[in-house]
């Protein structure tokens, strides 16, 4: 590129200010190495001023002695372009008349080219270190002692940045302002776009003033992109630094902006590949400081538009997915998320919140738990006050080591104690029936030596006098082997005890209603039986009264007469004995009897009814019985109830064949069993189920009560009446009684 | 025995009893035979001696009505007695109808018990001279021949001479002849006497004609219709 006037001019307008500072310093003498960095457009010239303020902060760091900057400015934007020249370099020469710089730093073009041009007057000695668009290289080639550092600004690179990232953009404006650095840059671009004329409609804003341009990006169609290239003054000649009008165009464009520099990012540019002044600083100070040190300057490492980058603000903005970016992109300024940015804590808290949900929920379940549980808890309380209150069943609880017993009121209720009254022991035996207070203190002293349910039935007397039957059952509950506590019910029974006394009187009177009528039926056999020696008596009576009138009386016949008078009586009080019990009325007394001489009595009994039917009846007894516990009287009357029904089933049959047996035994369970076999035609398999239910009778004139009278009869006994056929024919009775508990024990 | 005195045979179970009762017959002045049972009664039954029977009712074994039965069987002629401890008023009734002489009860008085040993031993007395009497005349119709028996019938069918001789193709001086061998065998005067004794002893058979049968060699019963009216053949 030929170099171009507009840096000239630039260059004479510097001269006269620099011979001014030049004197001004000419008095100083020696000191710290002096570096002149010489600006093209002002201290603050964005971009360069980050540029130059990088090359000062780190020539100043990596210089090991203190160094004393001095800098000037051609402010190139704002005069013709050598008009500052002559004054410039006046300016300079003054200020280091003196002692010359030991390094002189030109950023951007003019500077630098006016540093060109005046080389000779200008510290020729003095190394240089230009920094200039590299397509104005060639324009300081010959410099004497000048290291350059080209800027690579590729002017395709900045559409294709945007082409890259909005593919289907077609209109672009492209920012630059009036200024003739940007006049130079417009000039360069509409060379360079015009390749992509086909794709992209570039158009340019120079000619308007940043207010007008803001209007004009406000409203731009679809698919429109704004490159900024640099707007230092506008149309109307106003100046903008520090990239104040990236900003401003930033709030107002519709559509995204593109920019050139690596520091637009941030200021309002999606990215793409920018050029970073920070890195020729950089590189600038690094050529410096060698050139300081006297060292041969190394080669000038290229610095190229760096990596692309982007900004996550705008690419949000314009929707641009990042996935569509460069390979090899940067993204800046990203925005953490809430997310990304609270990670942990928001990691921290929701699993505080999830183990705090999860604390409420599992106390809330228990809490629910435990309120059904009480809710259930009560309404089995509820219930089982019911139950104990509409049964009248008392609890208790007896602690054994202090005496002391708590009871539910109905438990004291029927004791005849106060609800609020404390119980103990004593209390409790002293209320006890006088005869019955051993055995309970027995009961109990056995309840505490084992674990199981232990019942007794005993009488109390109340304060008014009252006495009451009561039933309890307990059960003692030990720790270590030693009883701590009895737990039980109590339940007053005097009603049941009446009742069932009432029950055993009305079938004392009933099973003595049925002996009378068995008896009755035995009245003929009796009669019989009583007669024959009554009859006996009175013929010896006659006899003898015949004898006496005889002369001599037959004294030897009368005494063999009065002889038999007495057996004949005695044979009849005898039967009249026998008879007399089974008609008095009594109630039922257990003890231990002999099964045998009761079967034999029996037998005996019926034996005239027996002849008078004709029936053969044979007792096998068993020799060796042990005594039952029994009421006499009643057994006997199951027994001849058995003995009269077996010969009335066989009155139809021949005489010979009425044969009825009664055995006794010792069974295989230590039960004595009395068994009744005849031999008639046994009972009808319907009737063996009910043969024992009242008024079931298959006699023409029978009652039906005498096998249900004799089953609660054995039942009383705790013993069994069972019927059944034998194999061979006719009915077998048996009737197991247990052994007397004396009789068991012994 | 002598068998002119009438004995009282006692059959009672009750052995006592039994003493007893031989005591007051003894001071009574009756002879007594004891028997324990009926079995007893019935393996040694006495002979056609003039007595009376006195049983109990309820025995072991057979019983009084079943030894009532026994006799009667083989028409033993001796009345009996009942006396029991205890009898019901079927019992008694049908003891009496099956000719029972007598139903008492125990304890018996004497005076009771004489009584009816009187009335059982008068009855057997008389009973026993009706059967000589009957005996006697069966005799006498055992004497007429066959043929004077065939006469027999038709005159005391009414028939006159000369219609029986008609009816049995003979001469009417036969018939007179049969006739007067008859009222000389069977003693009689007249043919109103010949009708009556002829009724007495039973001996035609009432419209068969001539076939009259005895009972055998044993005196009749005296229950009326109990005797056959036939005649054996000779």
Redesign the interface.
Known sequence: MDRPHITRRRARIGGGLFLLLLSALAAEGAGPPRVLILHSHGREFAPFNILSSTFRTELARQSSEPLEFYEASMEAARYEETAMDLPLADYLQAMFAQRQPDLILTTAEPSSLFMARHRSRLFPSTPLVGVVNQRMVPAMAGTTNATIIPIHVELAVLLENILEVLPATTNVIMVLGKSPFELYWTEQCRREFAPFASRVAVSYVNELTLDQICARVARLPPRSAVLYGMLAMDAAGVPYEQERALRILHAAANAPLFGVLEHHLGNGIVGGRLISMEALGREAARVGLRLLRRETPADVRPTRPSQPAYDWRELRRWDISEAGLPAGREVRFRVPTFWEEYKWQLIAIHALCLLEGLLIFLLWRNRRRLRRLQGALCQSEERLSLATTSAKVGIWSWNVASGAIEATPEAKDIFGWGASERMTLPMFLARLHPDDRTAVQQALDRALQDQTIHEIQCRIVRPDGQTRWIAARGRAHSRDGAPVNMLGVLLDVTEREQAQAEAQRQQAELAHTSRVSTMGELA??I??????????????T???E??LG?NPPALA?LRD?LA?IR??DE?ASEVICRMRSLFRKRQMELRPIDLNSVVQAVVRMVS?DA??R?TTIAAALSPRLPPVQGDRVHLQQVLLNLIMNAMEAMAGQAPETRRLTVHTRLDDQGAVEVAVSDCGPGIEPNQLGRLFEPFSTTKANGMGMGLAISRRIIEAHHGRLTAANQAGGGALFRLILPVAEEERES | MNPAQPTVFVVDDDTSFLTAIARLLKAGGYAFQGFASATEFLAHPPGDQPGCIIVDLHMPGPSGLDLQDALAAVDHPLPLIFLTGHGDIPTSVHAIKQGAEDFLTKPVKGKILFAAIERALARDARQRAQRTRRRELLDRFDALTSREREVLGHVVRGQLNKQIAGNLDVSERTIKAHRASIMAKLQVQSVAELVRLTEKAGVLEQGAGGRQALQGEAPGHAVPGRAQDALPPR
């Not at chain 1, 009669?527 to 010896?540: D, F, K, R, V």
């Open positions: 003929a056999s009669t019989h039986e009583l007669n024959q020696p009554l009859g006996a008596i009175l013929s010896n006659e006899a003898a015949m004898f005889q016949e007469i038999d057996k004949d044979r005239g002849a008078l004709k």
